[in-house]
């Protein structure tokens, strides 16, 4: 038996754009639906349960940043949106400020327009390969800190500890390996996407935020190792 076609959700306005697009992703083995407007791609998500999202940030009546934010803030139990659905923006939207805006707001990659239609599928395969090659665990204790990366749920001490969806990935990364040391470079491809590190600060301002999240340890869990990267540390 073929495997199932990956599917992929298409939100674009642009009537020329999203006929190009669907076009050339069906012919290239994808299953295809497309959404023009944000409420209109939000129900598309949860009814079609796509396996990945080609998001524009400019769309009818509202931004594609809000169909962003709602997928990231779905809770697991309550809702059909899986909050780690992959999502990769394809935006005219095309400085610094931007593309480090939709990171740092859940985007899995961030294409710019005029794009490449070849750099924009081997983008979304990569996407959905790391997608899938996600392990699928159980309940992670580090100490007294636990994971559950089902519900998504996190509590430190008996204490629940609110995060956001990149501040959760961050933590799920760092606690698969919580003795060693993951270098910048690593976390940013793994977590953010991106495909080199640049002189963003992304990295640096969510694991400060993390900290301060669980300071309840009595010392810091999430310790940075100059000039290489953060490590997460055992409670004590």
């Known amino acids: 038996m073929d495997p199932r076609p990956e599917s992929l959700l298409l939100v674009e306005d642009d009537e020329a754009t999203r006929t ?16 023009t407007a944000p409420d209109e791609a939000i129900r598309a998500i949860e009814v079609r ?28 139990g309550a809702t059909r949106i899986d909050p780690d659905l992959p999502i990769v923006v394809l935006s005219a939207r095309a400085s610094e ?18 794009f490449s239609y070849a750099e924009l599928v081997a983008r979304v395969r990569s996407v959905l390969r790391r997608s899938s090659a996600r392990p699928l665990r159980g309940l992670v204790r580090v100490g007294e800190l636990t994971i559950d990366p089902v519900t998504r749920a996190v509590r430190l001490g008996g204490r629940s500890v609110h995060l ?24 940013l491809r793994d977590v953010w996407g991106y495909a080199s590190v640049g002189a963003t600060r992304t990295i640096d301002a969510h694991a400060c935020r993390l900290r301060r999240k669980l ?16 490590r997460l540390a055992e409670p004590a």
Request: without cysteine; aromatic residues 6%; glycine residues 12%.
């Open 20 to 35: 190009f697009l669907a076009d050339n992703l069906a012919a290239d083995g994808f299953q295809v639906a497309s959404a």
């Open 49 to 76: 349960q796509p396996d990945l999202v080609v998001l524009d940030l400019i769309l009818e009546g509202g931004s594609g940043l809000g169909v962003l934010d709602r997928v990231r803030a779905a809770e697991p």
């Open 97 to 114: 400020v931007d593309r480090l805006r939709g990171f740092a707001r859940g985007a899995d990659d961030y294409v710019v327009k005029p």
């Open 164 to 187: 956001s969806a990149k501040e959760f990935a961050l933590l799920s990364a760092l606690a698969a390996e919580p003795a060693r040391v993951f270098t910048k470079a690593e976390l």
């Open 215 to 230: 300071g309840g340890a009595g010392r810091p869990l999430v310790l940075n190792v100059r000039g290489v990267g953060y």
